[in-house]
Nanobody, 124 residues
Framework: VQLQASGGGLVQSGGSLRLTCATSGLPSTNYIMGWFRQAPGKEREFVAAIRRSGVSTKYADSVRGRFTISRDNAKNTLYLQMNSLKPEDTAVYYC??????????????????WGQGTQVTVSS
């Protein structure tokens, strides 16, 4: 199983970035995908998640209305469009897959597979 996150970088406050997560080898086709982030000295926190259908999504309150999660099942790829970025969005962003749950979860323990992370830095 491989999850490869990319698209991070340095951006000014108010700017935008689009993260991409390419997946391969997952044991199930009906899996939930999510994005999490971890800032220095803080615990990993939930950002957004989406079901395979794309109809059901879940967002953290801190990013709702600014971030949009989407997926292209034909390409086995997950996206996170991040707009109106703030310095407090600075973190390493991880993509994750939950092959077994029936509902979208924000709990890190629900996700069995993780990517390596991509750094997002927002300057003020």
């Amino acid at each position: 199983v491989q999850l490869q996150a990319s698209g991070g970088g340095l951006v000014q406050s108010g700017g935008s970035l689009r993260l991409t997560c390419a997946t391969s080898g997952l044991p199930s086709t009906n899996y939930i995908m999510g994005w999490f982030r971890q800032a220095p000295g803080k615990e990993r926190e939930f950002v957004a998640a989406i079901r395979r259908s794309g109809v059901s999504t879940k967002y953290a309150d801190s990013v709702r209305g600014r971030f949009t999660i989407s997926r292209d099942n034909a390409k086995n790829t997950l996206y996170l469009q991040m707009n109106s970025l703030k310095p407090e969005d600075t973190a390493v962003y991880y993509c994750a897959a939950d092959p077994y749950s029936q509902t979208v979860s924000g709990r890190t323990s629900a996700y069995s597979y993780w990517g390596q992370g991509t750094q997002v830095t927002v300057s003020s």
